[in-house]
Every structure is written in C-alpha cells, then in structure tokens.
C-alpha cells in the first residue's frame, strides 16, 4: 500500500497552497539509521489499573510498526515508555544502534515524538517553537533549522504568528515538524493523524515512508483506518495491555489492521 | 548539553513566554500592592510603628505574591503537554527546574522592587539608605521562596487537589525563611541599621541545601 508519485505531488501542492512556489519534500531523515528497540515484560501500573501486561516485544531497526487497539489498551503508555516519559513497574527496555547498546541519556538526542497533545507553546509563535526545540536538541543553526523545517509543513508563511492563532491542523503539522526537527532514528507517534484532513493525512503517510525508507524506526498508534498506515510493515495489537495480535517482522500487516478496524470500529459504534 | 546553557534556554523561554502573556506579574502587582495599600489604612504608621510591622507585612505580602505566581509555575506546561517536550530533550532534569527557579526569582524579585518604594512611601520608611542590605536580605529569601515553590509546583502540577495542595505542601517548609526573612529585615530597618549574619547565614544554608535536594531528585519530581 504505497503512494503513487503523483498522488504525492498532489497533496504535496493542496498542503502548500499557502505556500504558492514553496513546496518541498516533507522530510527530514535520520542521518545513521533506525534504533532497535526491545521490550521485556514491560508492565506498567497506575495505581491498582494495569496499562500494560507483561509486553515483550523487539522492534527492528527501519520498522515502521502501527499499535492498534480500542482506547484504553496500553498503546499511548507504551509509546510513554519508548520516549521515557515514563518508567516501567517491571520489566525492560533497552535501544541498539546497530548491536550496540545505547544508554538511556544517549537516546534522547535521537528520539521525535509527536504526542497526544501537541507539545507547543501557545505563547511563542511557530518560529520560535522550533528554535527552541532545536536549542534544546543542541542543533546547529537552530533558527535556520527552524525556518527551513517549517516549510514542508506548508507553515513557512506563518513563522512568526503565534501558535495560539492556529487550527488544529496546523497545530498537528507544527508539532510533526517539530518531531522531525533534530533528524530522529527513532519517531513516535501517538495518532499523528488526528486533526489532519485527508490531504495532510496523505501527506503524512508520504513522509513517514519517506522517513521508513531513510532508515528511521517508527513506532505509531492508529485509531481505525487512515492515510497514514500506507507506510507501515508490521502492525500490533493491544488488548487490556496485552498483546493479543502481531504480523512478525516480515507479516503481512493489513490482517491485523483490517481486523483491528472492524473490531475496535465496531466497539466505537456500539459504545 | 550544559546544565548552566540548558537552564538559561528555558528561563528565557519563561521570560518571554510570561512578558508576551502577562498573565502573571500584572495580576500578582496589583494584588500586592493592594495588600500593602490597605494594611496602611488601617492604622497611621508612624516611623517606629512602621520598623517594627513593616518587615512582617512585607513578607506576608511576597508570599501571596509567591503563592499566585508559583501556582501556575509548572501548571501552564500541562496546557500542550509541554512539559513532555522539555522532558523529551537530551538535557539535565533539573534544568527544567532550575530555569523555572530562576524565572520564579526574576519574577518575585520584580514584584518586590515594584512594590518597595510604595512601600517606603505609605509607611513612612526610609529605605535609600539600606537599600544594599535589604535587596541582599530580599534577595536571599525569595531565592528560598522560589526554590521551594518551584520544587512544590511540580509536585502538585500532577495531583487533581493541586490549587490546595500548593498551600499545603508549601507553608510548612515556608516558615523557616518567612521568619529568617522577617527578623533579617527587622534588623535592617532598625534604626541604627544592622545586617544580622546569623539569618543571612540561615538563610543562605536554607537556599544551599534545597537547591541541592532539588538536584538530586529533580529527575523524580518531573516522572509522570
């Protein structure tokens, strides 16, 4: 299920019509591959409410793996332990580069993470979030980096307005730019297409394959079917915390999308 | 990353975010200087009155002004989530902490120089003179204010009770630098003036030692 070129193109030019001349590639790739990932017997309590159950499961490096699952069934929080927003109650996790473990400080500089909620200062305009983003990150050039990261996202025009003026697609895009800002090896995304229209879905699909083919592990939670699971190689499904479908590294994973669709779409009508 | 480059990059941030804003230094003045404005009402200082009241009023009102501004210290990250933002970057923990001390200081410490010459004026108290020890005696005790409140901010941020549980947390831990502070400035408005070393001291080792508590398990109080 791959974009066709031009079908690209076209929603390259409807993303960048407040952009007129300025449309480029949306894509900004890690530079030394993808990191491995492996969960051991991950579990994660909140209070006496078990989020996950007992999660094993290894991430290749350059996967691009989709977490389905109705709401409530551990894939934000798992996504929170891959990011280490949080800490495990049990069980392990550890990141490879290659077959070289990497230290949890070390990490960090090559996670992006688009979040539930969009991680932007309301306060500071879409520039300045950026810079900031990249000062933090330790880039070079940080607002040059800024500026140019704006562009693909169809923002380039909207720099120094502030964040609060914007939509929530506009939001969604910032925030994917800025999970994009310091070139990751490991992208996490938690429903990244929520609050996109179709066509910035579609653009988004294009990107994380882009990103996919450059090398860069992704990790992403989907809610039913959408534009962006065009890019993705293997698919796994959370149930109660647990782990109740996965397609394999080298699976076909639209089973378990299609039956996560129709089982958790299902759920949604019927609540 | 530099904890020292990592600190100054988000209290730049909170200063431009707060100045853009003003939610904050524009309500906590007024409310301030209210406190102040209306204490004067209530009795006529006299120069003597005011040496012996004054330091206490004074203190009582930076702690509203530190209790309305510290509130929102770690709660305004909650809005977007952007406290996970912070806490995804390759930096030092308790940068995040010590930038928000440091914005908290500037900010307490903006308050309390607005509010001092209104101050030396309804109380009739002459401050040109002290104004070196005083602003070191402000100085030191509003380091301490902004420590703790920042520290309890980020406590309280992640409890539902959060607008209660501030106060609570806070007070307690509080007192000693109230009254250090207090009596530091007694000492200073006394006429003749004199800096008292051993609440200085007092004040200063309070400070050392909750920024240190505040290194060690930065790390801790910002985990979800």
Redesign the interface.
């Known amino acids: 299920m791959r974009w066709s070129g031009a079908a690209r193109s076209s929603c390259c030019a409807i993303w960048s019509r407040a952009e007129l001349s300025r449309v480029s590639t949306p894509l900004a790739s890690s530079p030394d591959g993808g990191l491995r990932i492996e969960f051991t017997e991950v579990e994660k309590r909140y209070g006496m409410r078990l989020a996950l159950r007992g999660v094993s499961v290894t991430i290749a490096a350059g996967e691009c793996v989709a977490l389905v699952g109705h709401n409530g069934s551990g894939k934000t929080t798992l996504l929170?332990i891959a990011?280490?927003?949080?800490?495990p109650s049990r069980g392990k996790l550890a990141f490879y580069a290659g077959e070289t473990a990497l230290p949890a400080?070390?990490v960090?500089?090559r996670?992006g993470?688009v979040?539930?909620?969009?991680?932007?200062?309301?306060?500071?305009t879409a520039e300045?979030n950026l810079t900031?983003?990249a000062?933090?990150?330790?880039l070079a050039d940080p607002a040059q980096k800024a500026r140019q990261a704006l562009r693909p996202v169809g923002l380039a025009s909207r720099a120094a307005d502030l964040v609060r003026t914007f939509s929530r697609g506009m939001r969604q895009r910032l925030s994917i730019a800025?999970a994009l800002l310091a070139s990751p090896s490991l992208l996490l995304l938690d429903e990244p297409g929520a609050g996109l229209d179709p066509e910035g879905q579609r653009w988004l699909g294009a990107a994380i394959e882009k990103l996919r083919d450059s090398g860069c592990t992704i990790l992403m939670s989907t809610h039913g079917r959408n534009e962006t699971q065009g890019a993705v190689t293997r698919a796994i499904r959370l149930e109660a915390g647990k782990i109740t479908h996965d397609s394999g590294a080298h699976g076909d994973p639209r089973e378990v999308l299609v039956f996560a669709a129709v089982r958790d779409g299902g759920e949604a009508d019927e609540s | 990353m530099t904890l020292a480059r990592a600190t100054g990059l988000i209290l730049a941030k909170e200063l431009r975010t707060e100045f853009r804003s003003r939610e904050l230094l524009g309500t906590t003045v007024v409310f301030v200087l209210i406190v102040v404005v209306l204490f004067s009402f209530t009795f006529n200082p006299t120069s003597s009155e005011s040496r012996r009241f004054g330091p206490g009023l004074l203190w009582l009102a930076f702690l509203f002004a530190g209790s309305l501004m510290l509130q929102s210290s770690f709660l305004r990250e909650q809005t977007n989530d952007t406290l996970a933002a912070l806490r995804l970057a390759p930096i030092d923990p308790f940068s995040i902490l010590a930038g928000k001390m440091a914005a908290n200081f500037l900010f307490l410490l903006l308050v309390e120089v607005i509010l001092l010459p209104v101050f030396a004026v309804l109380y009739n108290v002459a401050i040109l003179p002290v104004l070196g020890s005083l602003l070191l005696v402000f100085a030191l005790g509003t380091i301490g204010l902004a420590a703790t409140g920042t520290v309890f901010s980020a406590v309280a941020a992640q409890a539902r009770l959060r607008e209660l549980l501030l106060p609570l947390l806070l007070l307690p831990v509080l007192a000693p630098v109230l009254i250090a502070s207090t009596e530091a400035t007694v000492g200073v408005l006394r006429d003749p003036s004199e800096l008292s070393l051993v609440w200085l001291t007092f004040l200063a080792c309070f400070d050392v030692v909750f920024l240190t508590a505040a290194w060690m398990v930065g790390e801790y109080l910002l985990e979800e």
Do not use: I, N, P
Not at chain 1, 83 to 87: F, H, K, N, R, S
Not at chain 1, 135 to 138: A, E, N, Q, V
């Open positions: 929170k990011a280490q927003l949080t800490q400080g070390e960090k500089s996670v993470m979040g539930h909620h969009t991680l932007l200062y309301e306060e500071l300045e900031f983003c000062k933090l990150f330790g800025r």
